[in-house]
């Protein structure tokens, strides 16, 4: 099958540098509907597409935007963004710190260090292979268009994908993933119900997004 994997567009944490996980919710900017709108038109999506989304605001607006009108869109809590727990909600350089801080235990291999009074890499990793187990397992021989978040993505596929697809995923999405970027894949399960993936494309950079820094920083989906 095709798997579509989709950063919510620019909402106002991303240009306010609020960390905004899974208390602060807002819709998008008329930036973010803008470049909602340019993938939509990059994707060329056939009627077969399925929907799915995090309940948080801005991937349910995304995915509106993405879906031909009244077209049914699945909201599973096991997309929400990373559970970043004290720290959500802030704009304050030492948060932000706080957040890389644990970002790079993680990427050092210490993946049950916690954000405070939030969660560790082990169980953010334990809902997204649900959710992806879920929609593969739905939609064997169609196209799924997932649509969440920088953070939970990122961490999740530099461990899912094997060597060779770490090292295209990490190329592809440099500097960083971007807002309303797609990346494909083929998937499917495997006998033992585990999610391969294959990275095929990477979709809806502009030359300009390219070219010019965006508002947030790091991995972090704010």
């Not at 990490?170 to 993936?197: H, I, K, Q, T, Y």
């Amino acid at each position: 099958m095709r798997l579509l994997l989709v950063r919510h567009g620019e909402n106002p944490a991303n240009v306010h540098h609020i960390l905004s996980f899974r208390k602060a919710d807002f819709r998008l900017t008329a930036r973010g509907r803008e470049q909602a709108v340019h993938l939509r038109a990059t994707l060329a999506l056939g009627p077969e597409a399925r929907y799915w989304a995090s309940p948080l605001r801005r991937a349910r607006h995304t995915a509106r935007l993405l879906a031909p009108y009244g077209t049914a869109i699945g909201i599973m809590e096991e997309l929400r963004e990373l559970d970043v727990g004290l720290l959500d909600g802030s704009g304050k350089a030492v948060d932000r710190q706080a957040y890389d801080q644990v970002i790079g235990a993680w990427r050092s291999g210490r993946v049950q260090t916690r954000f405070p009074g939030g969660e560790d890499l082990v169980s953010a990793m334990a809902r997204l292979r649900f959710a992806l187990r879920h929609i593969v397992s739905s939609t064997p021989e169609d196209t799924a268009v997932v649509v969440g978040h920088g953070g939970l993505f990122t961490e999740g596929l530099l461990r899912l994908l094997d060597p060779a697809g770490r090292h295209a995923f990490e190329a592809a999405c440099d500097p960083r993933w971007l807002n309303c970027e797609a990346a494909e894949f083929s998937a499917g399960c495997d006998e033992a119900d585990e999610v391969n993936l294959t990275l095929r494309a990477w979709l809806g950079r502009t030359q300009d997004a390219a070219a010019t820094p965006p508002r947030d920083s790091g991995a972090a989906d704010e």
